[in-house]
């Protein structure tokens, strides 16, 4: 056998191998980037859920009577968010 065309084979497969690795890591660092964008808007949907979900409970607490400064307690929202929520939302 030629060793010039055994090793020249051997360094081809070689090099394949290493494209292949490179464009596997490429291609697994575009998909976790992928990941955690998806992850990322998750996460801001649950946050935007929540605050709906404050705001919902302020605006019934407000129609009940109670004052800012308790919705503001069991809420945490701000006062001025409180008396728009109450502006936009209430009839007084």
């Known amino acids: 056998m030629d060793k010039g065309i055994i090793s ?3 360094v081809k497969e070689l090099d394949d191998a290493v494209q292949l690795v490179k464009s596997n890591r490429k291609a697994m660092k575009e998909f976790m980037t992928y990941q955690m964008a998806l992850l ?3 996460l801001k949907d649950e946050q935007r859920g929540r605050a709906k979900e404050r705001e919902s409970v ?3 607490m407000i129609r009940k009577g109670k ?3 308790e919705v503001h307690e069991f ?3 701000p006062i001025p968010r409180l008396e728009q929520l109450a502006n936009d ?3 007084d």
């Open 8 to 10: 020249g084979d051997l």
């Open 58 to 60: 302020a605006i019934k």
């Open 75 to 77: 809420t945490d929202l």
């Open 40 to 42: 990322e808007e998750h």
């Open 67 to 69: 004052s800012f400064d």
């Open 89 to 91: 939302n209430c009839d």
